[in-house]
């Protein structure tokens, strides 16, 4: 008996000891794998860091390879397979006496919507005019001509034409150069300037440029053209008329620069101070009394009776609370003033509907 249970103590010790050297070993394995791979996983980063943009075509075309591998894999397994059940009504057998009917454009290359955010190149083609490229692009015949140097109407079949994002110019900034300057020489606005999404800024809020770079001037003309500014006068002191649509206009001014893709709404320009009044009746729904609140500065949101929503951006200060009832043409929200993203003093307004945000000029006039 004795014996047999030295025999058991015996086999228990060494199996103690083979578990502890097991663990040891265990970690032992674990510790050197993962410093392996954590030296390969940061040789692998440094490359891809270091030479991210000589391999970036290598990557894009790998995963474009892997997808097309996986789709051809995947396909014939799907091509059977019923996704919506068997009494969906949709069907994409033909019979014999079917055939497929498409529309004389079918191959046709359509513009993309995306707005364009940098000068391109365009190769004219046989039977293009300046007018039906303006029309295409969406932009002016003079930004065309002023951007190409040319002094008439007239291109020829393979000319190189220099196309601007947008209806204006664009100006080479020189040692000395600032929005304003830049604005006055070409007759333009310096907010329209600064608000154009794709003008970069050394910095963002005292909008600094750089020496070289090219800046685009929407509606600026060439300092040899005729100013071509229009500014339209309105009264908005309350109490005025209420249109048709629930609108009345929220401030005496002028519009100093109008509805565009990269501007949803208007500026209507006024001294620091002018009263600002609700444009439509309603509820106020949100105030920012103070900060940058991404470029709109101090801004206030109204919930209005007819559907629509409205921000007034940029002022001074404000007269109005969360949940405060507002008369349009007669409650007076705040005034005018000149913080957050602005060039000068002026009242950024806003009409958002159920679809985003609208042309404020259309329901207002």
């Known amino acids: 008996m004795k014996k047999i249970l030295s025999s058991y103590l015996f086999i228990l010790a060494e199996f103690k000891g083979f578990l502890g050297f097991l663990n040891i070993y265990s970690k032992d394995k674990i510790l050197i794998f993962t410093n392996n791979f954590e030296g390969a996983k940061a040789a692998l980063v440094k490359s891809v860091l270091i030479k991210r943009g000589k391999r970036n075509r290598m990557f894009l075309h790998l995963s474009a390879m892997t997808l097309l591998t996986l789709g051809v894999i995947v396909s014939p397994f799907i091509q059977d397979v019923n996704l919506f059940g068997e ?47 303006a029309k295409r692009f969406g932009i002016d015949e003079n930004t065309i001509k002023w951007q190409n140097n040319l002094r008439s109407d007239y291109i020829n079949i393979g000319d190189q034409l220099e196309i601007l994002p947008v209806t204006g ?162 409650s007076l929200i705040g005034w005018i003033g000149i913080t957050g993203r602005t060039t000068g003093s002026h009242l950024h307004f806003e009409i958002r509907g159920a679809s985003g945000l609208l042309n404020p000029l259309g329901l207002m006039q």
């Open 169 to 330: 110019i664009s100006h080479k900034v020189l040692r000395g150069d600032s929005v304003y300057t830049i604005a006055k020489k070409y007759s333009a606005n310096a907010q329209g300037i600064v608000d154009f999404p794709f003008n970069d800024f050394a910095n963002p809020q005292t909008f600094s440029l750089v020496e070289g770079q090219i800046l685009i001037v929407p509606d600026g003309v060439p300092p040899k053209e005729a100013p071509r500014i229009v500014r339209r006068q309105f009264f908005a002191a309350g109490p005025v008329e209420v249109g048709v649509s629930g609108f009345t206009w929220p401030a005496r001014g002028t519009i100093n620069q109008g509805y565009a893709w990269y501007h949803r709404g208007i500026d209507i320009g006024a001294d620091v101070g002018t009263p600002v009044v609700s444009a439509h009746s309603g509820r106020v729904s949100e105030v920012y009394a103070s900060g940058w609140n991404g470029g709109y500065g101090i801004h206030v949101f109204i919930a209005g009776d007819n559907g629509y929503t409205t921000l007034y951006a940029h002022m001074s200060g404000v007269n109005v609370s969360p949940g405060d009832p507002v008369e349009a043409g007669r």
């Open 87 to 133: 009494n969906t009504g949709f069907s994409f057998a033909q019979s014999e006496n079917e055939s497929l009917i498409t529309t004389p454009d079918v191959f046709d290359t359509k513009l993309s919507e995306k707005p364009r955010d940098k000068i391109i190149s365009y190769t004219v083609e046989r039977g293009d005019t300046l007018s039906s490229i």
